[in-house]
Every structure is written in structure tokens, then in C-alpha cells.
């Protein structure tokens, strides 16, 4: 155990230290209002004073003023006074580390008990001496701080560079080829003779120039006539063409009466008038010539019922040769016109193939085409 003697002298130079820095700082808080030893301190204004900081681990240069003091609590380390924003390198508050006590004495045995008579009982074993005190302890010293990393060793000399390998030996250039004989040369061929020049035919005579006319009278000047009527003005021409390519429909097979539509096609605004103009072809999936009567018709729809489009349409009675020399097409041309009404936001088209009459079959039809639709006039 550590001496209390010791312990006491150590909290007394702290004590000391601190009553010394304390007693310093008296001094400069007076002196501060005295306006005097300002330098001494390090501060830059009379007004502010200086105090002891405390901490552990070193004090950041924002800490603190010009004139404060620092403790790192953690390694006993004095700072101050800071100046010019930094703190100085620290002086440590330690003291030398203690010497070891010496060793305590060896407690000396007890004394041997007399001999016992014969008639005598043994006597009890003595007690055993108490062990000497063992000597104090000394403050073990405080861990020096570690030491700065010493600076980089200069580089070492680049060793010598190795040998170059040995180059490869190229083999030797092959001899030249000998050059080949020149061919002969074909003999010229002969020039043809000239033909004839013609005979110049003889030049024409030149005709006589007819006589000038004598200029006639002036003619005198007619009345101005009347200023004519305005023309009526004539319809707005063809606008907003819709061009229209029309999807694929089936009619399933050829029975009379049966019918198959496209899809709705156009889009028409209300109060207008339309013209329009499709050709369809029909082919049938043999790609061959029927062996049976067929009448096909072709009709417009529309999707708004209160309209009625008025058109004209062919007839598909027979079947023409398409460019394979088979007959497997029939085609087909509706002209008309519409007017749109003026309560339905839009109205479209739609075509309708029907096998109008004949003689049934079993052959399925394929139908598609291409049109216009032009807007020609405002009904409103």
C-alpha cells in the first residue's frame, strides 16, 4: 500500500500549482481593470478576462481566447497562455516518478517452548511470529508521452538494368523470281477505204418578199360600257381529304344472303357534307376460278341512323384474271355522298359485303380496299 505521507505530498503540489495559475489570474483580472500587463497575458482587449479551460485530450484553436490556459486532464499537460488564435506546445505538470520503498524486515520466530516432564502433557505449540511489515510501494511514474514518427529514410539507388535478351536472327531474303517472256504482239489490222462524199445538193432560190400594207386610220374611240353583275360565288372546293386504307374482313363462306362488314372507318363532323369514293376487291381463298354462280353486292353504312348516304355501286357478277393467270378477284367501286347531322359529334362509315344471289358455295371471301372521304361544304 502506498504511503498516505506520499499521496498527500503529490495532491499538494497540484494544489500548489493550481493556487499559483489561480493566484496569476487574480492578478491579470486586476490588472485588466488597472489597464496594465496586458502583453503579459497575450490578450487584445482590456475588457474580457482570462480563465483557465480544462479538458481531455489537447485543446482545438478554437477553444478558448488569446491569454486563456488549458489542463488536459487525461495526461496532466499545461497550455498558455494562447496567442495569435494558437496554443502553445504544453509543459507537463507531472513530477519525477517515485523511487521503490525498501523491503520490510523479516518478523522473527517465537521462542521454543521447555521440555515437558514425564508426568507433564505436552504443552501447545507456540503461536507463529507475525510476518514484519511489508515496506511501501513507491508511485508507480507516469507513462511518457509517445514519441514523434521519425521522418521517411531517403530512397534507395535504383539497381542496374538487366542485360537486353538476344534479337532474333531473321532467315535470309529468297532469291527473285525470274521474269516471264513478253507476249508478241498482234499485227494491225488493215484500215477500211473511205467511202464517197456525196454530191452538195443544189440551194433553193430565195422567195420575194411581199409589199408592207399602208397603215390604216385610227379607229375612233368607244363608249364605256356598263359595269356587269356580280357572279354568285361559287361552293367551297374539296377540303380535309381523309385518306383510308381498309383493314381485312372475311365472308366466311359463299351462301346466299350472307352477309359480312368492315370496320368503322372515317370521322365526320357534324354539319358537314361529304363525298366519297372507296375500291374494294373480294379474292376468293382458293385463289381459283368458282365453279358456281356468284352475285356479290357491296352497300355503305352508317353509324348515325338518321343519316342516309346516297352512292353508287358495281355489281361483282364474275371474276377477272389477276396477274397468275387465275381468276380470283372481283372488284368493286362505291361513289356517293352524305350530309352529317348537326346534333351528333361524329358519324363513320362501314362497308358491307353480301352475297346477293347464285348458286351457294363453299369458298370463303376476303375482302379489302382503299378510299377517300372529302369534306366539301358547311351545312350550317
Known amino acids: 500500500m502506498p504511503k498516505l505521507g506520499t499521496i498527500k505530498r503529490v495532491s499538494t503540489v497540484v494544489?500548489?500549482?493550481?493556487?499559483?495559475?489561480?493566484?496569476?489570474?487574480?492578478?491579470?483580472?486586476?490588472?485588466?481593470?488597472?489597464?496594465?500587463?496586458?502583453?503579459?497575458?497575450?490578450?487584445?482587449?482590456?475588457?474580457?478576462?482570462?480563465?483557465?479551460?480544462?479538458?481531455?485530450?489537447?485543446?482545438?484553436?478554437?477553444?478558448?481566447?488569446?491569454?486563456?490556459?488549458?489542463?488536459?486532464?487525461?495526461?496532466?499537460?499545461?497550455?498558455g497562455p494562447k496567442a495569435n488564435g494558437r496554443w502553445p506546445a504544453p509543459?507537463?505538470?507531472?513530477?519525477?516518478?517515485?523511487?521503490?520503498?525498501?523491503?520490510?524486515?523479516?518478523?522473527?520466530?517465537?521462542?521454543?517452548?521447555?521440555?515437558?516432564?514425564?508426568?507433564?502433557?505436552?504443552?501447545?505449540?507456540?503461536?507463529?511470529?507475525?510476518?514484519?511489515?511489508t515496506g511501501t510501494q513507491g508511485v508507480p511514474g507516469l507513462a511518457g508521452s509517445p514519441g514523434s514518427i521519425g521522418a521517411t529514410g531517403p530512397t534507395g539507388p535504383a539497381g542496374p538494368q538487366g542485360a537486353s535478351g538476344p534479337t532474333g536472327i531473321a532467315g535470309p531474303t529468297g532469291p527473285t523470281g525470274a521474269i516471264g517472256l513478253a507476249g508478241a504482239v498482234g499485227l494491225t489490222g488493215s484500215n477500211g477505204s473511205q467511202g464517197l462524199v456525196g454530191v452538195a445538193g443544189a440551194e433553193?432560190?430565195?422567195?420575194?418578199?411581199?409589199?408592207?400594207?399602208?397603215?390604216g386610220p385610227t379607229g375612233a374611240t368607244g363608249s364605256s360600257g356598263s359595269i356587269g353583275l356580280t357572279g354568285a360565288q361559287g361552293a367551297t372546293g374539296p377540303s380535309q381529304v381523309q385518306v383510308i386504307n381498309l383493314p381485312t374482313w372475311n365472308l366466311s363462306s359463299s351462301t346466299v344472303g350472307a352477309t359480312s362488314s368492315s370496320v368503322q372507318?372515317?370521322?365526320?363532323?357534324?354539319?358537314e357534307s361529304y363525298a366519297f369514293t372507296f375500291v374494294v376487291s373480294g379474292r376468293l381463298a382458293t385463289n381459283q376460278s368458282p365453279n358456281y354462280a356468284i352475285k356479290l353486292g357491296m352497300m355503305v353504312?352508317?353509324?348515325?341512323t338518321t343519316v342516309t348516304p346516297?352512292?353508287?355501286?358495281?355489281?361483282?357478277?364474275?371474276?377477272?384474271?389477276?396477274?397468275?393467270?387465275?381468276?380470283s378477284r372481283a372488284s368493286f367501286t362505291i361513289v356517293g355522298t352524305l350530309e352529317t347531322s348537326s346534333s351528333t359529334p361524329n358519324t363513320t362509315l362501314y362497308l358491307t359485303a353480301e352475297d346477293a344471289g347464285g348458286t351457294s358455295g363453299s369458298d370463303g371471301l376476303t375482302f379489302t380496299g382503299t378510299g377517300l372521304i372529302q369534306l366539301v361544304g358547311s351545312l350550317l
Open 15 to 79: 494544489i500548489a500549482v493550481g493556487i499559483l495559475i489561480t493566484s496569476g489570474l487574480q492578478q491579470d483580472a486586476y490588472a485588466a481593470v488597472k489597464h496594465e500587463g496586458l502583453a503579459m497575458a497575450g490578450r487584445v482587449t482590456a475588457t474580457t478576462p482570462n480563465t483557465i479551460r480544462s479538458g481531455k485530450g489537447a485543446p482545438s484553436s478554437s477553444l478558448g481566447a488569446d491569454g486563456d490556459f488549458y489542463i488536459d486532464l487525461s495526461t496532466f499537460n499545461f497550455y
Open 91 to 133: 509543459t507537463s505538470l507531472r513530477g519525477p516518478a517515485g523511487t521503490n520503498g525498501t523491503p520490510g524486515a523479516a518478523g522473527s520466530n517465537g521462542a521454543a517452548g521447555s521440555a515437558a516432564t514425564a508426568s507433564e502433557k505436552p504443552g501447545p505449540i507456540g503461536l507463529q511470529g507475525p510476518v514484519g511489515e
Open 204 to 215: 433553193g432560190l430565195t422567195g420575194l418578199q411581199g409589199l408592207q400594207g399602208a397603215t
Open 265 to 271: 372507318i372515317g370521322n365526320l363532323a357534324p354539319g
Open 301 to 304: 353504312g352508317v353509324s348515325d
Open 310 to 327: 346516297t352512292y353508287s355501286a358495281s355489281s361483282g357478277f364474275g371474276y377477272f384474271a389477276d396477274a397468275s393467270g387465275t381468276y
